[in-house]
């Protein structure tokens, strides 16, 4: 089956920069679609950013300018890159990805494990 694997989280200032890895390995024939959402304590989980099988980027209002996600599709990995951090950022961090297993077949969703993202003042 298909697992993804996330890293890259941790603790850093108000400013600072993180990047998150998140890499999908087991039968996958075709990712139709990867991306990050994140859920803060108290909060319901929301997404940050998300691109589509035609390689666009829908991102959150509240991360627009400072965050970047990007994809390298032959190692089945989505990466965020997070500037300018600020301590409402402070979350778990997943990604999602939608896979197709052979062609033809049905698409399905899988979720990363989380992984903590918290930015002191």
């Known amino acids: 089956q298909v697992q993804l694997v996330e890293s890259g989280g941790g603790l850093v200032q108000a400013g600072g920069s993180l990047r998150l890895s998140c890499v999908a390995s087991?039968?996958?024939?075709?990712?139709?679609?990867m991306g990050w959402y994140r859920q803060a304590p108290g909060k319901q989980r929301e997404l940050v950013a998300f691109i589509t099988s035609g390689n666009s980027t829908n991102y959150a209002d509240s991360v627009k300018g400072r965050f970047t996600a990007s994809r390298d599709n032959g190692k089945n990995t989505v990466y965020l890159q997070m500037n300018s951090l600020k301590p409402e950022d402070t979350a778990v961090y997943y990604c999602?990805?939608?896979?197709?297993?052979?062609?033809?077949?049905?698409?399905?969703?899988?979720w990363g494990q989380g992984t903590q993202v918290t930015v002191s003042s």
């Open positions: 087991g039968t996958i024939f075709s990712i139709k679609g």
């Open positions: 999602k990805m939608i896979i197709q297993y052979v062609n033809m077949g049905p698409a399905f969703q899988y």
